[in-house]
């Protein structure tokens, strides 16, 4: 069957490698229905590294307008630019639009593509620009909401599980990279992300270093630092505190590496961020740490996933910090300070032995 005789299916959800790597089960599912359409994913440049290899994906389309957001190259920042891609979109004539993204911008761009059918949530006023609205529910969690949208379309969910996917050279590059740190091929990685975009949601430094250490006494593990390279400013003043035999990876290795050393590791534990999705996808035991927000939209997806969460009144925060409550240790909230070394020791070590027993 050529291209111009299968059908033609837009799905829009950019931005964020988090966001980026929770709609993979919806993929899922919409290839399982369409296994001759051709499905095109409208997406960042920089988020989309972490679904390299995706198979249910005919074809990634880059939309990369200028924001705040840490992954915006600024791409499409011009009128011109924006609507030379608008023109490429609808010279595609796709015959369906999913809008996975709440914004109305993300509506207008799915009509003006031309889908004849659009079908999206029904947020910020959107629902004129949309054929079928569906409603969104806040309380839930992201992967169920996009799974919605294909329920509300008539499209059987069968499964919501999360995928990732890296080469085999992939593979052998971070086994490499390991060996040049001094870590052998048998070592049982504790993968650490303890950094997260914004600081007051971030458990303190100090206590990921003495996590670090107690499981390195107590289980021979070998901590795995991971980090962005522009966490490395944040980390040194703490790279003290952690014990000796740690594998200082901060700012050491591109997106693809870290998944591929997420796949190596037998527990990850980390704020609430994009690599703890990127764990999840993984399939690593972990273990997230979440204060002012709440981990039921947000939190890791997966049965061997767990969450710490200390919720106040205030819970879930609105994010405009130490305007409902005052600030604890280190400047930060203290439902984050709430949660203690020793509960997440305990934490940690229950997942070690129900991944032994398994």
């Given amino acids: 069957m050529s291209l111009n005789q299968r059908k033609k299916i ?44 995706i198979p249910y994906v005919d074809e990634l389309i880059y939309w990369d307008p200028a924001t705040i957001h840490a992954d915006s190259r600024g791409g499409h920042r011009t ?68 799974l919605d949208l294909l329920r509300a379309d008539g499209v059987p969910v069968t499964d919501d599980y999360l995928e990732s996917w890296i080469s085999a050279d992939e593979a052998r590059k971070a086994d490499e990279l390991l ?34 250490r107690q499981l390195m006494e107590r289980y021979g593990m070998t901590p795995l630092l991971l980090g962005a390279g522009g966490d490395r400013k944040e980390f040194e003043p703490w790279r003290h505190l952690f014990p000796h035999g740690c594998c200082d990876l901060v700012g050491g290795c591109d997106l693809r590496t870290t998944l591929a050393l997420l796949h190596r590791s037998a527990l990850f534990l980390g704020n609430d961020s994009g690599v703890m999705h990127l764990a999840a ?4 035991p972990l273990l997230a740490l979440f204060g002012p927000t709440s981990p039921d939209r947000f939190g890791p997806w997966g049965s061997r996933t767990r969450v710490i969460h200390t919720a106040f009144p ?44 398994r």
């Fill in 314 to 357: 205030c819970s879930p925060c609105r994010q405009k910090y130490f305007t409902q409550c005052e600030p604890a240790g280190e400047g930060r909230p203290e439902c984050i300070m709430a949660i203690s070394v020793e509960q997440v020791c305990q934490a940690c070590e229950e997942l070690i032995k129900e991944t032994e027993v």
């Fill in 10 to 53: 837009l799905v829009l959800r950019y931005r964020f490698i988090g966001d980026t790597i929770l709609t993979v089960p919806f993929f899922r599912n919409l290839r399982r229905a369409e296994p001759e359409a051709h499905i095109a994913w409208v997406v960042a440049p920089g988020s989309s590294d972490v679904v390299k290899g």
């Fill in 281 to 284: 996808s993984a399939g690593v």
């Fill in 179 to 212: 060996q040049s740190h001094g870590v052998g091929g048998d070592a049982r990685l504790l993968a650490l992300h303890p950094f997260g975009s914004i600081y007051q949601k971030s458990w303190p430094m100090a206590r990921f270093a003495e996590v670090a």
């Fill in 79 to 146: 009128l011109g630019a924006k609507l030379s891609f608008i023109r490429e979109l609808r010279a595609k004539k796709f015959d369906k639009a999913y809008v996975l993204k709440r914004s109305f911008s993300s509506a207008l761009i799915a009509l003006l593509s031309g889908a004849r059918e659009r079908v999206g949530f029904d947020t910020e006023g959107r629902r004129f620009m949309l054929t079928r609205a569906v409603p969104y529910r806040p309380e839930q969690h992201e992967v169920v909401s996009f």
